[in-house]
């Protein structure tokens, strides 16, 4: 095994990755990841060459995406907690390579068409489902409790390296070839992680003990509903998420449509929010106790002023360097709100809790992309960007409410304080 005991490691900020079954897989998920990026700007510059930039058929395809998330994600979270995760995953990231070559085999050979696009997309958010909340859970097996908040701003860091690199590449790989090499590049990204996972020591795997009797979704809502201390943070992620992430579909119709940029130029511009996110990634890595409560609700504040701003950004130079900002803005709250929520969680339950999480942050994303797109469509591009800020500063201020009426720090279930609420409380650095 390879966790190291030296004081002076603790404090590393790669410390994660001395554990070889987490470096197997963050190397995996850099190359896979870097190829959905790819994927995702070659899919909204395919709608919009085949709708005329239709901002409602773009807020089509990003629900049909996520609405399986909506609706299948707790019972992945279930399934993450009864079985393998190593197996769901490797089967998981099969399906999507399979299914992101036969797209590509449509675009290649001219045979394409919007309805191709929709049927993959609803596909993909059916393997995600299980994908995503299996993936969160299994980095704590692979490192354990201590190094969990390493590990999971380190797999934030090469998320957001690979977001960084993907549209860049995908904007000049468009503008050269097309997007149908870059679908297909994305269909062959997934072997990294296949294999990744397929070189791992089995007996090095850190498999959190199985719920008594069966894994039942309403075991985990449970277990939540008994929990202030996490619903608070997931009241404020279902908040922001519903409008202020979408930027899927807010990223291309501000390119498109109010810098009238080319596919290079647009890949710069996501590049500039992925950049800002990858600075924030790398600045939780520091982190090596479980978030406060405040630092969570201040983070969303922030990004919600952040996002207003981009939106009223006067030319292309000053929004690539608010969309930076708002970039590590998001980052940053999504992961205080993670660690906070994943570090308070029973191990148990954690497959559920993420599940939860995860259909918060994602599922609410086809309702709010469909409500964006017609905001785009009726209003503009800007004012998703406005509407999505204000929205989430609203849910950062009614979170405050909550807290000033509450007479002292969140407590847990054995009805103690939360320590990191009672560093903050202190005036001390939440860590």
Known sequence: MDRSTDPAASTHPFRALRVRNFRLFATGQVVSVAGTWMSVVAQ???VLELTNDSATALGTVTALQFAPMLLFTLYG????????????????????????????VLVLTGTAGLAHVYVFACALGLVNAVEVPTR???????????????????????????????????????????????????????AATVLALRRMRPEEILRAGRPPGRARVVDGLRHVRGRPDLLVPLALVAGVSLLGLNFQLTLPLLAKTVFHADATSFGLLTTAFAAGSLGAAFLTTARRSRPSGRLVTGSALAFGVLETAAGRAPGYPAAVVLLFLTGGASIFFVQAANHRVQLGS??????????????????????GALMLGAVGAEWGARACFVVGGLASLGTALAALAHRAGRSGPEKDPSGTSDPADVRADAGQSPG
Do not use: C, H
């Not at 279930?78 to 998981?92: H, I, M, N, V």
């Not at 029973?346 to 309702?367: C, K, M, N």
């Open 44 to 46: 909204d510059w395919l």
């Open 77 to 104: 979270g279930r399934l993450a907690d009864r079985y393998d995760k190593r197996a769901l995953l490797t089967g998981a990231n099969l399906v999507s390579g399979l299914l992101a070559l036969l797209l590509a």
């Open 136 to 190: 969160m859970s299994f980095v704590g097996e692979l490192v354990g409790p201590e190094l969990l908040p390493n590990a999971s701003a380190l797999s934030a860091a090469y998320f957001n390296v690979a977001r960084v690199v993907g549209p860049a590449l995908a904007g000049l790989l468009i503008t050269v070839s097309g997007t149908g090499w870059v679908l297909l590049i994305n269909g062959l990204s997934y």
């Open 346 to 367: 029973d191990p148990r339950y954690r497959g559920r809790v993420l599940a939860l999480y995860t259909l918060i942050l994602q599922g609410s994303t086809p309702v």
